[in-house]
Nanobody, 118 residues
Framework: QVQVVESGGGLVQPGGSLRLSCVAS????????MGWYRQTPGKQRELVAG???????NYAASVKGRFTISRDNAKSTVYLQMNSLKPEDTAVYYC????????????WGQGTQVTVSS
């Protein structure tokens, strides 16, 4: 069974930085795409950033130039470096591991709260 665990959330002032981490158990991390999503009350979960097995990244327009996603396959960990944070970045951030073996699979973490406020 794959477990996905996020960490690194917290309270930060506008303009500040945070780095989120997501560790996945099991042996499929290196063959899986990874993504960071966020959700606020009453809204749908949205993709923030994604990274493929080959290291190709994509970002939501709202975070491009401020957030950076990276992965360390040796540590089965994906990171989200968040700079120049804004109050509208406040959300619960979730990590997703996905891919295909015999069939499609995806695993989600429990989420970590990020609050940007003065």
């Amino acid at each position: 069974q794959v477990q996905v665990v996020e960490s690194g959330g917290g309270l930060v002032q506008p303009g500040g930085s945070l780095r989120l981490s997501c560790v996945a158990s099991g042996s499929i991390f290196s063959i899986s795409s990874m993504g960071w999503y966020r959700q606020t009350p009453g809204k749908q979960r949205e993709l923030v950033a994604g990274i493929t097995v080959g290291g190709i990244t994509n970002y939501a327009a709202s975070v491009k130039g401020r957030f950076t996603i990276s992965r360390d396959n040796a540590k089965s960990t994906v990171y989200l470096q968040m700079n120049s944070l804004k109050p509208e970045d406040t959300a619960v951030y979730y990590c997703k591991l996905s891919g295909r073996l015999i069939s499609q699979y995806e695993y989600w973490g429990q989420g970590t709260q990020v609050t940007v406020s003065s």
